[in-house]
């Protein structure tokens, strides 16, 4: 049970716009920052982005992240084959001490 | 460019213990706090422990406190993870990563698996 909620799996078509949720709570990304990851099958993961909405050098404008009270979202426009990865929220949780991960969202491009 | 290179993972026996390496490169490690992140086979991420630039502070998950110990060498720009009492559900892919900030890891290793089975 992660402390981050994420819906296991997503699915889009090409060039669709998919939306990727992660909810918490106040100790968490109620006051922390959010961030994303994406990882491909067999690899490390790999920062998507940053402080709840920046990319890193290198990610494509078509990954954009925003947060809201308890809860982020990382936005996928123009959805491409090579998107297809599992997708992780993490922040610091200030109860915890420690970082927290969501359970990951498994995208699908059909 | 930075590297990240994990070692010592294996087979252990429960109740044994294992010493995880990570070698870094591309950077001054010193300057960064570092973060060792495991992933069971077929599930998820989970943070395990991070440590200050200067060791100063150190932090884990309750799962893992009391067994496991996170330490760093600046001088040979390595990061450690001690792990004594392994458990069956300590199995995992261990990956070690730079911190920019708490949870913003911008660079990883490989990982090195760690099975723990009699």
């Known amino acids: 049970q992660s402390v981050l909620t994420q819906a296991p799996s997503a699915s889009g078509t090409p060039g669709q716009r998919v939306t990727i949720s992660c909810s918490g709570s106040s100790s968490n990304i109620g006051s922390n920052t959010v961030n994303w990851y994406q990882q491909l099958p067999g690899t490390a993961p790999k920062l998507l982005i940053y402080?709840?909405?920046q990319r890193p050098s290198g990610v494509p404008d078509r990954f954009s992240g925003s947060k809201s009270g308890t809860s982020a979202s990382l936005a996928i426009s123009g959805l491409q084959s090579e998107d297809e990865a599992d997708y992780y929220c993490a922040a610091w949780d200030d109860s915890l001490n420690g970082v927290v991960f969501g359970g990951g969202t498994k995208l699908t491009v059909l | 460019e930075v590297q990240l290179v994990e070692s010592g993972g294996g087979l252990v026996q429960p109740g044994g213990s294992l010493r995880l390496s990570c070698a870094a490169s591309g950077f001054t490690f010193s300057s960064y706090w570092m973060s060792w992140v495991r992933q069971a086979p077929g599930k998820g991420l989970e943070w395990v422990a991070n440590i200050k630039q200067d060791g100063s502070e150190k932090y884990y998950v309750d799962s893992v406190k009391g067994r496991f110990t996170i330490s760093r060498d600046n001088a040979k720009n390595s990061l450690y993870l001690q792990m004594n009492s392994l458990r069956a559900e300590d199995t995992a892919v261990y990956y070690c990563?730079?911190?920019?900030?708490?949870?913003?890891?911008?660079?990883w290793g490989q990982g090195t698996l760690v099975t723990v089975s009699s």
């Open positions: 402080r709840n909405n």
């Open positions: 990563a730079r911190e920019v900030y708490w949870g913003r890891n911008d660079y």
